[in-house]
């Protein structure tokens, strides 16, 4: 089968199992909502704009580990070896991480309508702007959890190394990333957020070519 033919059959799997279940998104959605509601009356409205920011991007963080991190480490042995029978590796790794792009897109969209909701504030001076950086932060996000889930799903102290192999990454992507929606949110020109948004692409591409490089010598273990 053409890696292309591969790859839409993994993410056409993953949608119908979502589909057919419903609980990933449902539960994504619920806990993200929950945080941003909890979080607003916690803090009473009383946050400047910038600082919204900020606690936005945590809470997508949260919902990031969530929704990715656990994407290897939560899969059967059964079912690691019918995927290792349908497809190769490299299709794998593909399909997950687009796959999960998209589910972090669809999430992250209504958990930045949550929050200009419940905080009482529609004060971004460039919507869209404001949107294509959270969309590209959350790709950045996406692709490294994907990527350390899948190397910490062969360890036997998975969540311990999924904690240290992630940070020295989420932590230049979190800033970043915060910087580019605080230009946005100031209204200030596309000009002057273009580095951290060409940053966090470039860090998607990388990404996505060291885990078609990696995977497969990680697949075989």
């Not at 200009?116 to 790709?139: E, K």
């Not at 999924?162 to 580019?180: D, K, N, R, T």
């Amino acid at each position: 089968m053409a890696f292309s033919k591969e790859v839409s059959a993994l993410i056409g799997k993953e949608l119908r199992l979502e589909w057919k279940q419903k609980y990933a998104l449902n539960g994504l959605l619920l806990y993200a909502l929950s945080m941003v509601f909890v979080v607003s009356l916690g803090l009473q409205r009383s946050l400047p704009p910038q600082a919204w920011n900020v606690v936005f991007w945590i809470v997508l963080l949260f919902v990031c580990v969530n929704a990715v991190a656990k994407s290897f480490m939560g899969e059967r042995s059964g079912q690691l070896l019918y995927l290792y029978t349908l497809a190769g590796p490299r299709a794998v790794i593909v399909a997950k991480m687009i796959y999960h792009i998209a589910l972090m897109w669809v999430v992250s969209l209504v958990t930045l309508f949550a929050f200009v909701l419940f905080s009482g504030s529609s004060a971004i001076g460039d919507p869209i702007q404001y949107m294509v950086s959270v969309l590209l932060g959350c790709s950045t996000f996406t692709a490294n959890m994907t990527l350390v889930s899948a190397i910490a799903s062969k360890a036997h102290n998975k969540t311990t190394l999924l904690a240290v192999l992630s940070f020295p990454l989420v932590i230049p992507q979190m800033l970043v990333a915060i910087a580019a929606s605080g230009k946005a949110l100031l209204g200030q020109p596309w000009q002057d957020s273009l580095p951290e948004m060409v940053f966090s692409g470039l860090f998607v591409v990388i990404i996505g070519a060291v885990s078609v490089i990696l995977f497969p010598f990680i697949w075989k273990d």
